[in-house]
């Protein structure tokens, strides 16, 4: 029985999908509450890092086993961007600005138009929207800047509900699982279509049986 127990083990961590998703935002805008908020259920509205922090967890995506590392950067001021190494690292990029702050939004922009044209999943989401009375950005400004970076966009409360938080990570995910799909699909394409064009060149030419003997 613990035999049974143990390859049932093994064939789901064989199996398990692992998706890394880089935050990126200006400083206090809520990164780390948004991802501590989606991994644990709970929220900490303060949070004091001087480095970037690495979350490792495994998350149920539509009932399946995901297992997610997040890297949560710490910018030190409004022109500190992260690097082409950090970005290459994520399979994902999560984009985040403040309702309540213009500068924060201005920072995502240059990075999202930036890096519209790569090959990772980018998701914009505008946090703290239960701050409606203290709002500088519009729904609509983050409708428009999503459509320019080709991603979808939320607005959400890390302070308020875990679910909407929670959506935002699993439709990255779920992006990321897609685009990673159609990649392995193009490259069996162009790899059968390479093996399909050797086969038609070799039927052209004679066969070793049609040559004359000796």
Request: charged content about 25%.
């Amino acid at each position: 029985m613990s035999i049974m127990n143990t390859k049932g083990i093994r064939r789901k961590k064989s199996s398990l999908s692992e998706v890394k998703v880089i935050v990126v935002g200006a400083p206090g805008v809520g990164k780390s509450a948004l991802s501590v908020r989606f991994l644990t259920r709970r929220y900490i509205g303060e949070y004091d890092h001087q480095s970037e922090t690495r979350y490792k967890h495994e998350v149920l995506v539509d009932n399946e086993p995901v297992l997610f590392e997040i890297l949560d950067t710490c910018p030190k001021g409004a022109a500190d961007f992260p690097s082409s190494e950090t970005l290459h690292w994520a399979d994902g990029v999560l984009l985040v600005y403040s309702i309540t702050d213009r500068q924060s939004f201005s920072y995502v922009k240059k990075i999202g138009l930036s890096l519209s044209n790569c090959d990772r999943p980018l998701y914009l989401v505008a946090n703290k929207n239960d701050m409606v009375h203290l709002r500088q950005i519009s729904a609509e400004e983050g409708t428009i800047l999503a459509r320019d970076c080709d991603c979808c966009f939320s607005e959400v409360a890390a302070a308020e509900q875990v679910g909407p938080v929670a959506t935002v990570f699993h439709d990255l995910c779920k992006a990321v699982l897609a685009a990673r799909r159609k990649s392995k699909h193009s490259l069996l394409e162009r790899m059968l279509g390479t093996r399909s064009s050797n086969i038609k060149l070799y039927a052209r030419g004679k066969s070793d049986s049609a040559l004359p003997k000796d």
